[in-house]
């Protein structure tokens, strides 16, 4: 069983709030992921992080924003929330020198 | 571009039968295939990693078949069980890149 837990599970929200994601992982992994997966779509990656301090963008532009001060926690953010936002949003990680992601439940985001 | 293509269409198939699920993909060069399984409205879960040196992998009911030459890689369940309804999604990985990229996915019905 992975221990990797995103918060909330569901979120309805209206346009222009800010909002974060929260993902948390106890299992010590290096590497942190955020995807975006639209119903019956496939999964595309919108951040990624290699360890404290470090983040990347992903293949799909993303108006969001991540942070990773912490091993454990890697937060997504989103300064300004648009229906165009509506999605799930899967947080993983994997442990350096390991192929295999751990995912989380996913958030599932309406932006209203 | 890369492509990653699945069964397009969803697969349906009797309780007890043999399921099989296609990958192909081009414009890569996978060191590595691994194989998820998603259900709805949760995030996927590692089965399976089959490295370009193994052409057969198995794991209890499951085994998975990677044939760099045709760029295909197949997935079957044995002995098919409805619990095994799901979406089946597979990602090629190379060595050189920094993220994993899946394919859209099979969504497989078993009936009883």
């Known amino acids: 069983e992975a221990d990797i837990y995103q918060t909330p599970r569901y979120l309805v929200i209206g346009t222009g709030k800010k909002i974060t994601l929260e993902c948390s992982q106890t299992m010590g992994h290096d590497k942190m992921y955020w995807y975006q997966q639209d119903p019956g779509m496939e999964l595309h990656l919108i951040h990624y992080s290699y360890g404290v301090n470090s983040t990347e963008k992903g293949d799909l532009s993303s108006e969001s924003t991540v942070s990773r001060i912490r091993t454990e926690h890697f937060p997504l953010t989103l300064e300004s929330a648009r229906p165009s936002h509506t999605s799930q949003y899967l947080c993983a990680s994997s442990e350096s020198g390991s192929e295999k992601l751990f995912f989380g439940s996913g958030t599932q985001l309406s932006v209203l | 571009s890369q492509k990653i293509e699945q069964n397009s269409e969803a697969l349906n198939i009797q309780e007890g039968k043999t399921a099989t699920l296609t990958c192909n993909y081009t414009n890569y060069s996978p060191a590595y295939l691994q194989w998820y399984r998603q259900d709805p409205g949760r995030g996927p879960v590692f089965l399976l990693l089959?490295?370009?040196?193994?052409k057969e992998k198995r794991k209890e009911r499951l085994k998975v078949t990677f044939d760099t030459t045709l760029k295909q890689s197949l997935f079957h369940i044995t002995a098919s069980q409805p619990a095994d309804s799901a979406t089946y999604l597979c990602?090629?990985?190379?060595?050189?890149?920094?993220?994993?990229?899946f394919g859209s996915g099979t969504q497989l019905t078993v009936l009883p």
């Open positions: 990602a090629p990985g190379e060595s050189s890149a920094r993220q994993l990229t």
């Open positions: 089959i490295r370009e040196n193994e």
